[in-house]
């Protein structure tokens, strides 16, 4: 439940029309209508009885509106009580979304769609970077929120402990460094690869960068790294190559008729993919856009 939707419910119990209320807030009546569904939704009732005369309010939609009205008095009480008039942060007009995470980019379309629907007056712009570029990125203004896939090392390293006041951090999964290998590959009939059976092959990277790839510094060739999943399932054709990646994006991109995954014999540290913006930004709009890059990660 947020702010916005709140407002609505009572404009609309002034003007029993999303198209009439959606003029008052500068916005669409397609918008007014979704953000509505969403409350009714996440309430799991029916707050409005819609009709060619107009809205009306369902019993329990006049619940719903009582409390609009409680919180509108609570706020105003709010502002005379701190003696001055408090202010909602003003939406902004674009929020830059930056991500090194692969596992974004089939469901970026939706994402931009989702975001769209809620808040078409607000411009998108999402980018992809390498995570080194992230945190400056962010701790910079440069952008208003990052998605990262990034393990625990590198991150431990790389935030300081005053730039992690400066930022919120939401781990929305909890991953594991594998390697995946073709179903064909001698390394296959293994139940744990060694660090002496990953330096006798040709490795490629994909997804998470860095990774602690070889445990206690252990040397070894890099043949390819990068996100394109189609030329890391070419390269384990050949049976003495494997891939590092993580257990999570093995099983979206690597079909398991094809390739095995495989765990090392020796510690590996975790991987996470994060959500991250700074603590200064509190908009319903990167709210709502957090809330959808949740879902699609966790889908």
């Known amino acids: 439940m947020h702010l916005d939707q709140l407002l609505l419910i009572l404009d609309l119990a002034q003007t029993h029309s999303f198209n009439q209320t959606a003029e008052r807030h500068y916005t669409t009546q397609q918008t007014v209508s979704y953000r509505i569904?969403?409350?009714?939704?996440?309430?799991n009732v029916r707050i409005f009885n819609r009709s060619k005369n107009g809205v009306s309010f369902t019993p329990e939609g006049n619940f719903v509106l009582q409390f609009a009205e409680q919180m509108q008095n609570a706020y105003q009480e709010?502002?005379?009580?701190?003696?001055?008039?408090?202010?909602?942060?003003?939406?902004?007009?674009?929020?830059?979304?930056?991500?090194?995470?692969?596992?974004?980019?089939?469901?970026?379309?939706?994402?931009?769609?989702?975001?769209?629907?809620?808040?078409?007056?607000?411009?998108?712009?999402?980018?992809?970077?390498?995570?080194d570029a992230i945190l400056p990125s962010l701790l910079d203004g440069v952008c208003d929120m990052v998605v990262w896939s990034i393990n625990q090392n590198y991150l431990e390293k790389n935030i300081s402990s005053q730039q992690a006041k400066e930022i919120t951090f939401h781990t929305v999964l909890h991953d594991k460094s594998i390697a995946v290998v073709s179903a064909t590959s001698a390394l296959a009939k293994k139940e744990k690869l060694s660090t002496d059976d990953i330096t006798q092959c040709s490795k490629s990277v994909f997804g998470l960068?860095?990774?602690?790839?070889?445990?206690?510094?252990?040397?070894?060739?890099?043949?390819?790294?990068?996100?394109?999943?189609?030329?890391?399932?070419?390269?384990?054709?050949?049976?003495?190559?494997?891939?590092?990646?993580?257990?999570?994006?093995?099983?979206?991109?690597?079909?398991?008729?094809?390739?095995?995954?495989?765990?090392f014999d020796y510690p590996v540290l975790p991987n996470y993919h994060m959500v991250l913006r700074r603590k200064d930004e509190n908009y319903a709009a990167l709210d709502a856009l957090e809330h959808i890059i949740v879902r699609y990660l966790r889908a």
Do not use: W
């Open 209 to 263: 960068l860095p990774i602690d790839y070889f445990g206690k510094n252990v040397n070894s060739y890099i043949l390819y790294e990068n996100d394109n999943p189609a030329i890391h399932r070419q390269l384990l054709a050949e049976e003495n190559t494997l891939c590092f990646t993580s257990e999570i994006m093995y099983r979206q991109f690597f079909p398991s008729d094809q390739f095995v995954a495989r765990q």
């Open 37 to 43: 569904k969403q409350l009714e939704k996440e309430l």
């Open 78 to 131: 709010l502002q005379h009580n701190l003696g001055h008039e408090v202010h909602v942060a003003a939406e902004p007009e674009k929020l830059t979304l930056y991500t090194s995470s692969v596992l974004l980019t089939e469901h970026m379309p939706s994402i931009i769609q989702d975001f769209n629907s809620t808040f078409p007056s607000i411009k998108l712009f999402i980018k992809e970077v390498t995570n």
